[in-house]
């Protein structure tokens, strides 16, 4: 299985790498999980740059903290190989 985590969602990766050991013992306890990291971007409003954002809490180099997020809010199962 592979999930796209957004750094901006709210879930934290190692809790669900966690989780999964601990409820080992069922069907999908074999499978391999991978977990790709999404980065948060988002535009600016006030000058249509794009830029990173690391924390929640953005504010362009122009000033301007309306920004709009491109990404960094997803949690997405990607791929599910099943055999």
């Not at 966690?18 to 074999?30: E, I, K, Q, T, V």
């Not at 794009?50 to 960094?72: K, R």
């Amino acid at each position: 299985m592979v999930l796209e985590i957004g750094k901006l969602s709210g879930v934290v990766p190692d809790a669900i790498r966690l989780f999964r050991r601990l409820r080992g013992g069922n069907a999908a306890a074999g499978a391999s999980l991978d977990i790709v990291a999404i980065p948060a971007r988002a535009r600016c409003s006030a000058c249509e740059s794009e830029l990173a954002i690391e924390d929640g809490i953005g504010l362009c180099p122009c000033g301007s903290a309306d920004l709009v997020f491109l990404s960094g809010q997803e949690l997405k199962i990607k791929a599910v190989e099943v055999a």
